[in-house]
């Protein structure tokens, strides 16, 4: 992510990332609820036989982060998104929906204790991504505290709360999916966060802030609340 203090709509990068996650979800949609017969020819090899209800809970969770994303990029997200962030999302997140799909799909096993749980957390991460952002930006929309560093709500347990939240809930996928092979996407992303983003965007947090972020930073968690 390039870091900067520049307010831009920057509604086409935006709009592309939302068309390309919507044909990620409608392919996935394909695969997991439409017979193999009825499919176009690329698609019939990846056509899922699995169980239906947990196509339907996985299919739900799209839609879900596909709404989140929209609010996240279109109502909370103010600075400039450049093209080359766009580009390097749409090469790596609308791939992660069909994989998920494909790799869970012949899953016959039903429902059971370990989806619950991946219910729960994905509800959860989705709450600490989402109201994290929330918050933050009635917050700003405040002109006293124009210039000055966001630290309370669910910032003052992590300081990347909503990186956090995206781990758990891309976990909680995984549990839905009972494939622990997929734990690998949040596990990747975790190392994303902590061994690129993270780093970058506190230094444009301490060339922004100063001290203000200093003594934040002191207090307060990169990524887990009360671990690291």
Request: proline share 3%.
């Amino acid at each position: 992510m390039i870091f900067r203090d520049i307010h831009e709509k920057s509604i086409l990068p935006k709009s592309l990332i939302m068309i390309t996650m919507a044909v990620a979800i409608w392919i996935s949609s394909c695969i997991m609820f439409i017979e193999k017969n009825d499919l176009v020819f690329w698609l019939q090899p990846y056509k899922t036989t699995g169980n239906f209800y947990r196509n339907v809970l996985l299919f739900s969770c799209f839609l879900i982060y596909f709404i989140r994303l929209g609010i996240m990029l279109f109502v909370f997200y103010k600075r400039k998104m450049y093209w080359i962030e766009a580009i390097i999302i749409i090469n790596i997140m609308p791939f992660i929906i069909p994989l998920v799909a494909v790799v869970s799909g012949n899953n016959g096993q039903k429902i059971d204790y370990l989806e619950y749980a991946g219910i729960l957390m994905f509800i959860l991460g989705s709450y600490l991504n989402t109201y994290s952002e929330f918050l933050r930006y009635i917050w700003k929309k405040k002109k006293e505290n124009k210039g000055h560093i966001y630290a309370d709500g669910l910032f003052k347990y992590s300081i990347h709360i909503n990186y956090f939240g995206d781990i758990i809930l891309f976990s909680g996928i995984a549990l839905i999916a009972d494939r622990l092979i997929l734990l690998l996407i949040p596990v990747s992303m975790a190392l994303v966060f902590i061994l690129i983003l993270i780093p970058l965007k506190e230094k444009y947090l301490k060339n922004k802030y100063g001290k203000e972020f200093d003594n934040y930073a002191k207090r307060t968690r990169k990524l887990i609340p009360y671990i690291y």
